[in-house]
């Protein structure tokens, strides 16, 4: 059964740290998908310049799996500016910090370490 406890607000300037953390944490990731889809626009045009018969070519599986792991990649680093977003949202909010599943604070350390965290370390645990 889960209890209600109160959490320990974070600091003004725990809060102004996390705040900083996030916002590089998200220009970061932006960079990334910027990046990883120039990347991804370079194969799928190279490819395009070339008849690539995926079945018979030896190169063509290659671009495939090319093409897929860094879509792949994209995927995972826009699901991260999503957690990001929402991480600010609650930090606005002041629900930052606060486990989801308990209602106990997230240690600092893990919000450093992690800043999308949304449990802290026991409910990670289980």
Known sequence: MMTERSPRALSAAE?????DLLTAERA???TRIATLTRAWDDIVGSSALVAVD??????GATIAFERAHIQALIDQAKGHLDNLEEAVERLRHDRYGVCERCGNP??????????VA??????AKR
């Open 118 to 123: 949304t449990t802290c370390v026991g409910c």
């Open 15 to 19: 809060k102004a740290a996390l705040r």
């Open 28 to 30: 970061s990731t932006v």
């Open 106 to 115: 997230i240690p600092v350390e893990r919000l450093r370490a992690r800043p």
């Open 54 to 59: 995926d079945e018979h070519d030896p190169e």
